[in-house]
Nanobody
């Protein structure tokens, strides 16, 4: 059974940092790409970043480029999202998702499996 467990959310002041984790199980980690998405209250889900596990290729939404860094630890079957210089507009529930397709995309429809969300709140 494919499982994705997102964690690491919390309350932080603007300008602060958080690191989210996505622990994966039930599939061959190297065969997948993992994406991070977020959904703010009253807004549509937005793609944030993704990584192809096998070769480490990454992609970022323009809104987070230069502030967020996605990485993976194959030994731990975990993907991280390091979020620096956080802004109030980064406030959202963050989700991780997995796709077996070797595509570098933050379009939600390409993803097959989703974890539960973790709430990030950035205060001004």
């Amino acid at each position: 059974e494919v499982q994705l467990q997102a964690s690491g959310g919390g309350l932080v002041q603007a300008g602060g940092s958080l690191r989210l984790s996505c622990a994966a199980s039930g599939f061959t980690f190297d065969d997948y790409a993992i994406g991070w998405f977020r959904q703010a209250p009253g807004k549509e889900r937005e793609g944030v970043s993704c990584i192809i596990i096998s070769d480490g290729t990454t992609y970022y939404a323009e809104s987070v480029k230069g502030r967020f860094t996605i990485s993976s630890d194959k030994a731990k079957n975990t993907v991280y999202l390091q979020m620096n210089s956080l802004k109030p507009e980064d406030t959202a529930v963050y989700y991780c998702a997995a796709t077996r397709r070797f595509v570098l995309t933050i379009v939600a429809g390409w993803y097959d499996y989703w974890g539960q969300g973790t709430l990030v709140t950035v205060s001004s």
